[in-house]
């Protein structure tokens, strides 16, 4: 358990959506567009005929980028919030029973009278990789009006995910109002494809609001042009004083003004699922960054937070992981 007092609260900032959680064989993905391990929007109707086309009933869990990381966090002993916009339906009644549950608070969630709770289908196929498909609904209807100084008056962190990065105009004014408040921000870059959308603006956006990024392979060299995950992190570090690239099952990069080093992968032998795992790898980093661990600390307590989610369906480690989570990180603390 940390020592934070339970005013200095992490805020993410992120979409709420509720996960649809659909193993798929591999021929399944070929029926439709996109590149597999991507994520694409989809209309309200488009993912119902897609959850009609389910081999096998799907399972539904807490989620969205930003979500996760709090949550997990929140499992951690730390006192987080979201801020982010869901429906008054039964998803929403779900979503935040959910949060609460792991920990969170719900007094900065926003509401929709007329729109449904967001939802990502998360196409699981065999090797654990996701394929995902996102109806936002309630979420994207979020804006600079629903955002007053009191989200921020209690919270010392704030965590954004990088979809926010198709609102640039609400995110902007976000990040002022964070740091007008003092806080410290970090940014998972989320997906290829926002880096790939988002170049215009994301450089700036770094150098002036964000002391830590996140980001894969993937996104990394979207962002550097250069698929070489080194050259990505040089390029996210010139313009964030913490980079972490996540290389999957070899581990992650990691740089900061007075260090660099790669941590291991925790070895999995079997992956059930890697919905989350990045941002649950993410928590892990913040936990120990917000904490004031060196670096390589923060990676590999990192690293065992994020082998546990892929070893359980959703993107939260199960009650065993866990357990294991807290052993890794007394082992750490004792070294």
């Known amino acids: 358990m940390t020592d934070t007092p339970t005013a200095s609260r992490i805020l993410g900032v992120g979409s709420p959506i509720m996960d649809i959680l659909a193993p798929v064989p591999d021929s399944f993905l070929e029926k439709i567009s996109g590149a597999k391990g991507g994520m694409e929007w989809i209309k309200h109707d488009e993912m119902d005929a897609l959850l009609a086309q389910m081999p096998e009933p799907p399972q539904r869990a807490l989620g969205g980028s930003a979500a996760n990381t709090v949550a997990a966090l929140g499992r951690l002993g730390m006192p987080v919030a979201l801020l982010g916009k869901i429906g008054r339906d039964a998803d929403g009644d779900a979503y935040r029973a959910a949060f609460t549950a792991s920990g969170g608070v719900e007094d900065s969630f926003k509401y929709d009278d007329t729109s449904p709770t967001g939802r990502c289908l998360s196409l699981i196929t065999p090797d654990g990789e996701r394929t995902m498909r996102t109806d936002l609904g309630a979420a994207m209807l979020i804006g600079k009006s629903d955002v007053s100084d009191r989200d921020f008056q209690q919270c010392r962190h704030v965590h954004l995910e990088g979809y926010g990065l198709f609102n640039c105009e609400y995110v902007f004014h976000l990040l002022q109002m964070a740091k007008a408040a003092g806080c410290t921000v970090s940014i998972d870059l989320a997906s290829f494809e926002v880096v790939r959308d988002s170049m215009d603006v994301l450089p700036d956006l770094l150098k002036h609001y964000v002391e830590i990024v996140f980001a894969n392979e993937d996104e990394a060299a979207a962002f ?55 941002d649950c790898w993410a928590a892990g980093f913040l936990y ?37 989570i807290r052993q890794a990180e007394a082992t750490l603390k004792n070294r």
């Open 288 to 324: 120990g960054y917000l904490n004031g661990w060196s670096p390589e600390m923060c990676g590999e307590f990192a690293s065992h937070v994020g082998a546990e989610t892929v070893r359980s369906l959703g993107a939260s480690p199960d009650a065993q992981g866990w357990t294991r």
């Open 224 to 278: 550097s042009g250069n698929p070489d995950p080194e050259e990505g992190l040089r390029a996210l570090h010139a313009c964030s004083p913490v980079a972490a690239v996540k290389l999957g099952k070899d581990g992650a990069l990691i740089r900061t003004k007075d260090a660099c080093c790669k941590v291991d992968a925790v070895p999995v032998t079997r992956v059930i699922d890697t919905t989350g795992a990045g």
